[in-house]
């Protein structure tokens, strides 16, 4: 049971490239990918009608799971993602507590073939 403490598993769709950004770190370079996951389902109100409920997820992805989401995605792929949720904060240039809710993905499961 200790391995399902704040584990997040997710299968969705791409919605833009991810964003990549290369930096160095005690001499050696490292990597992050940003991007957001799109997960829907469908479920029929009580007026018969279908429903469409789209959430959105902002996924990390740090060195080697960053690479593959750079070589192998793009906008519209569909992905697996297993992570930690996390949550932080961060001043704007107004002043203003800005919070952000994220995955740091721990692994990384590829539907389809290699983006074009």
């Known amino acids: 049971m200790r391995s399902m403490k704040n584990s997040v598993s997710l299968i969705g769709r791409i919605g833009n490239p991810a964003e990549i950004k290369k930096f160095q770190k005690d001499k050696k370079e490292n990597k992050v990918a940003n991007f957001s996951v799109a997960t829907s389902y469908t ?28 070589k192998y995605t793009g906008k519209g792929s569909e992905i697996g993602i297993e992570g930690q949720l996390t949550h932080r904060s961060y001043e704007d240039e107004d002043g203003t507590t800005k919070y952000i809710t994220e995955v740091i993905a721990n692994e990384v499961l590829l539907f389809g073939g290699k983006k074009d």
């Open 43 to 70: 479920y029929t109100n009580s007026e018969g009608e279908k429903i469409e409920n789209t959430q959105w997820h902002r996924i990390v992805a740090w060195d080697k799971l960053a690479d593959i989401v750079e």
